[in-house]
């Protein structure tokens, strides 16, 4: 796993992409209470399209650790994991 350095803190960058804003919401404040527990430094950006996702990866942002909403409308999780 490759963690991001920021201020000599290691954090682990997750991105969630889901098109239903209180399940994405709810996922964030999951991973926070858990990571929070076990001292881990985590930083979450949350999309609500795939697009915006890849907009984003293609400008040079990278993650850890991605959750993708498989069905959406427009761009779907799966579209987004094809190359």
Request: hydrophobic share 45%; charged share 25%; aromatic share 10%.
């Amino acid at each position: 796993m490759v963690l991001w350095k920021q201020r000599g803190d290691y954090m682990i960058r997750i991105a969630i992409i889901d098109d239903a804003v209180e399940i994405g919401t709810q996922l964030e404040t999951i991973l926070i209470e858990i990571t929070t527990n076990k001292g881990i430094a985590i930083d979450i950006d949350i999309y609500y399209s795939g697009k915006e996702l890849c907009e984003h990866l293609q400008n040079g942002e990278f993650y850890d650790l991605i959750f993708l909403d498989i069905e959406m409308p427009e761009f779907t999780g799966i579209d987004v994991s094809i190359p």
